[in-house]
């Protein structure tokens, strides 16, 4: 009898089900830290998951994910949408969700959670089930900037107010000189195009770097970091940029570069392709994605390397209070209660 041969899982799924589990075991129960401290200096500050995030670092590396699959950049949107729920903004409001389907529009989760217990169930199973609903639910987000859409990599958006929050993510791990200056270039140009729009929108630019650019090409990142830095500056681009500096063994293998700048496709944002279909679900056995989890390659976040105007925590605490600050006290009730709850303990 022959044998059935099973279907293909593609390298994203598989990295799906080891985030999730990432993310999960960081929020027990879907029950958030909060991410408030007071520093040092006796100031509010926020105090960003750095364990978390080199966990989420070490997926495509243990899958040698090619910059071209999206899974290495996809581990920096998974932390920031974990990050802002930890900041206490709701689970269906920050896209990539914690859970398949990745982009899920508000109104359709309320719909969800106000449907009968029998309804819910059924929505749910053609929600879940379904890589996509066109129109509905999909795998990726892309936003009307001034002229052109533009492919969003964390998001908050809601019909009643517009975009909130809009953070790009690009991630170089080689190629540093071949590279370098397309995605810079690239990144003031998306600044521009959103925020004319948006103008009240968080607007963010997280950049990972390998910190094997220190050693091998040093000019190139002293200069990429110094337009990093200018690019959070300007008036009319991004309210903050970051730096992640990742530092892993030299026995570990760089995502391949493929002469790509990411995976994004803007032909897919504007319109004039159709989407890949993106196998979502399901997840891997539970006890092969433990065994994976403690077999992750070691990855480290260089907090020495980063300059304080790009510290990763610094831009999350910004982008958070761009949000309060630009909408009434009747809403994010929680993000502002979790400010409160450390705040008042001091002042």
Excluded at 12 to 17: D, I, P
Excluded at 281 to 297: C, H, T
Aim: proline share 7%.
């Amino acid at each position: 009898m022959p044998t059935a041969t099973l279907p293909s899982v593609s390298v994203k799924t598989r990295a799906w089900a080891y985030f999730d589990r990432i993310v999960a075991d960081a929020a027990l129960d879907g029950a958030h830290s909060n991410p408030w401290i007071i520093d040092p200096e006796g100031l509010l500050a926020y105090a960003a998951d750095f364990d978390t995030l080199e966990r989420l670092l070490g997926v495509p590396l243990y899958l040698k994910a090619a910059t071209t699959t999206g899974v290495p950049a996809l581990a920096l949107d998974v932390w920031l949408s974990y990050e802002l729920r930890r900041a206490g903004f709701g689970k269906d409001a920050v896209w990539p969700r914690a859970a398949h389907p990745r982009i899920l529009p508000q109104p359709v989760a309320k719909l969800m959670d106000g449907a009968p217990k029998r309804l819910q169930a059924e929505i749910s199973r053609l929600l879940t089930t379904k890589t996509s609903i066109q129109g509905v639910t999909s795998s990726s987000a892309s936003i009307l900037g001034k002229n052109y859409l533009k492919q969003v990599d964390v998001i908050m958006t809601d019909w009643q107010t517009g975009p909130e929050l809009l953070i790009s993510t690009k991630r170089m791990d080689s190629s540093f000189g071949k590279n370098a200056a397309n995605r810079v270039e690239e990144s003031y140009g998306d600044a521009k195009n959103l925020r004319l729009r948006h103008p009240l929108a968080a607007l963010g630019f997280l950049f990972g770097l390998r910190s094997t650019i220190l050693d091998e090409e040093p000019d190139k990142a002293e200069w990429l970091i110094d337009l990093l830095e200018k690019l959070g500056r300007e008036d009319d681009a991004y309210h903050a940029t970051c730096l992640v500096m990742i530092e892993y063994g030299g026995s570990v293998e760089a995502p391949a570069d493929d002469d790509v700048l990411d995976a994004e496709n803007p032909l897919v944002s504007a319109g004039l392709e159709s989407e890949p279909e993106d196998e979502d679900v399901p997840s891997e056995p539970s006890s092969d994605v433990d065994a994976v989890l403690a077999a992750l390659p070691a990855v480290k976040i260089l907090h020495d390397k980063i300059p304080a105007a790009l510290s990763p925590s610094r831009f999350l605490g910004t982008m958070v209070r761009r949000v309060i600050d630009a909408t009434p006290v009747t809403m994010h009730r929680e993000a502002r209660a979790r400010i409160r709850e450390v705040a008042d303990s001091v002042y």
